[in-house]
């Protein structure tokens, strides 16, 4: 069974920075897509930021500079560095993964998955 388990979210102040984790289990795939979206209430969830098994990434203009993805395959995990943070960024931050590459001529933000973690907080205030 596949899971994804978030840690890391947390308050911070405008300007600092939070790095999330993602554990997973119950799965080895030799093509993948995984990845970051958030949510704020009231909208949709959105993705932020996407890599696959070959490692190639993209974000979503709005934390292209300021947020890092990246992922430890011998450690199952995945993490996003999330830097100079600002009030927007506020929100619950879900890790998810899904059994095909990354779809990388479409915006990230409408990336799909098939699997998700349970989120983590993450708040920025001003």
């Known amino acids: 069974q596949v899971q994804l388990v978030e840690s890391g979210g947390g308050s911070v102040q405008a300007g600092g920075s939070v790095r999330l984790s993602c554990a997973f289990f119950g799965y080895t795939w030799n093509y993948y897509c995984m990845g970051w979206a958030r949510q704020v209430p009231g909208r949709e969830r959105e993705g932020v930021a996407i890599?696959?098994?070959?490692?190639?990434?993209k974000y979503t203009d709005s934390v292209k500079g300021r947020f890092t993805i990246s992922q430890d395959n011998a450690k199952n995990s995945l993490y996003l560095e999330m830097n100079n943070l600002e009030p927007g960024d506020t929100a619950v931050y879900y890790c998810?993964?899904?059994?095909?590459?990354?779809?990388?001529?479409?915006?990230?933000?409408?990336?799909?998955?098939?699997?998700w973690g349970q989120g983590t907080q993450v708040t920025v205030s001003s």
């Open positions: 998810a993964a899904r059994r095909t590459f990354c779809a990388y001529g479409q915006s990230v933000s409408s990336t799909t998955f098939d699997y």
């Open positions: 890599i696959d098994s070959s490692s190639r990434t």
